[in-house]
């Protein structure tokens, strides 16, 4: 049995890295010819462009695990029972649940396995991939953002903005740091901050400038210190450039979507999209898990045909889940559902199925 299990184990192991990495890849090279014509004006190196793709690797290839799971456990099986293994197996007295316990573990492994991933690789190098597109396309980077937290460069300026809402257009918590010759010459901490189109301030046209309210200006050099209910600056950048540089979720682990969940809280917001991209990225590692026992549940029931009718049955099955699991987060992020219910709903429904599959295989 062992030797068997070691067979089909490996087996498994091949096509799924096969399959994961072969698709990945191809969705990473996609990725860059999608933006190969902001890259190509400047002229970047081979070297560059293969990095950017093969930084996005993990990123997809979190989202394919689940398929490769899937499609990987219905063709070792299928083909498996098409050579007539299987019926040996129970000829010999042998239990078909305990051949197929290892794949069960190995799919909590892949569940554990896309976690860290989604947690401490894809965040990172997703970052790195944004980093370098902005290298590339020579775009200046002067923002940096740390769980919500934004950091900007501007003219002979630090601005430090503790929150940024890009639905409402409104800063809370700005400092800013006036230099001279490396040194610091003023201070301005405002409570917040409210973009104006310029239409609402100085007439018709396109733009607009920040509002700073609730103003301390603390003079360094005079020691003196003036309050103004409110002030205009033209030190921080427009919306749009904030919404385009931006930390994205899927650059955040799930501490700082907390941590940042938390301060917007804290400052009277509540953001249900990223409440429900937390349950998201907590629930969908799991259906690696699911889709396996789901697979090498369907195969051992003899539910499969050849390899290509195998491979058909694996993308039906997995765009089955990946649209109603976007449906459902969709009516998460409209509040239509709460964030538990839509990001648990589709794992839950086929962890469901896939149980009763497993303990209705034929012995």
């Known amino acids: 049995m062992r030797i068997l299990q070691r067979h089909y184990l490996r087996e498994f192991l091949k096509l799924f890295a096969i399959i994961g990495l072969g698709l990945s890849l191809i969705f990473s090279l996609m990725e860059l010819i999608n933006k190969i014509n902001d890259f190509i004006p400047n002229k970047p190196s081979v070297t560059a ?8 690797l993990p990123q997809f290839l979190l989202y394919l695990m ?68 902005d290298s590339i396309s020579k775009k200046d980077n002067i923002l940096a953002f740390k769980e919500g937290t934004v950091w900007l460069r501007a003219k002979d300026a630090i601005v430090k903005i503790d929150l940024f809402l890009p639905d409402k257009g409104v800063i809370k918590g700005v400092s800013i740091l006036r230099m001279d010759n490396d040194m610091l010459t003023e201070r301005i901490e405002a409570e ?45 950048d427009s919306p749009d450039i904030f919404r385009e540089s931006m930390q994205k979720p899927e650059e955040m682990n799930v501490r700082e ?77 409209t509040g239509i559902l709460p964030a538990f219910i839509a990001a648990w709903f589709m794992p839950a429904l086929f962890g469901g199925i896939a149980f009763y599959l497993f303990r209705k295989i034929p012995e």
Not at 273 to 279: P, Y
Not at 297 to 317: H, K, N, Q, V, Y
């Open 257 to 333: 979507l907390f941590a940042y969940t938390k301060r917007l809280k804290n400052a009277g917001f509540r953001n249900t999209k990223l409440i429900v991209d937390i349950h998201s990225r907590i629930s969908y590692p799991l259906i690696n898990a699911i889709m396996l026992v789901l697979g090498i549940s369907l195969a051992m029931r003899g539910e499969t045909g050849s390899g290509l009718i195998t491979a058909a049955i694996g993308i039906f099955i997995s765009l089955l889940y990946w649209v109603g699991h976007t449906a459902f987060l969709s009516m998460g992020y």
């Open 49 to 56: 462009l293969l990095l950017y793709a093969l930084l996005n």
């Open 66 to 133: 689940p398929m490769a799971a899937l499609t990987s456990g219905l063709f070792v099986f299928g083909q498996a029972g098409r050579r007539k293994e299987t019926t040996a197996v129970k000829s010999s007295g042998g239990s078909m649940k305990a051949l197929l316990m290892p794949f069960v573990l190995s799919g909590l492994v892949l569940s554990v396995a896309g976690f860290l991933i989604g947690e401490f690789i894809v965040p990172d190098l997703s970052m790195r991939a944004h980093t370098l597109r």
């Open 192 to 236: 917040s901050a409210e973009w104006r189109p310029v239409w609402e301030t100085s007439g018709p046209g396109k733009g607009g400038i920040w509002y700073l309210k609730g103003v301390t200006d603390y003079g360094i050099e005079t020691g003196m210190i003036a309050k103004y209910p409110e002030l205009p600056s033209d030190l921080i």
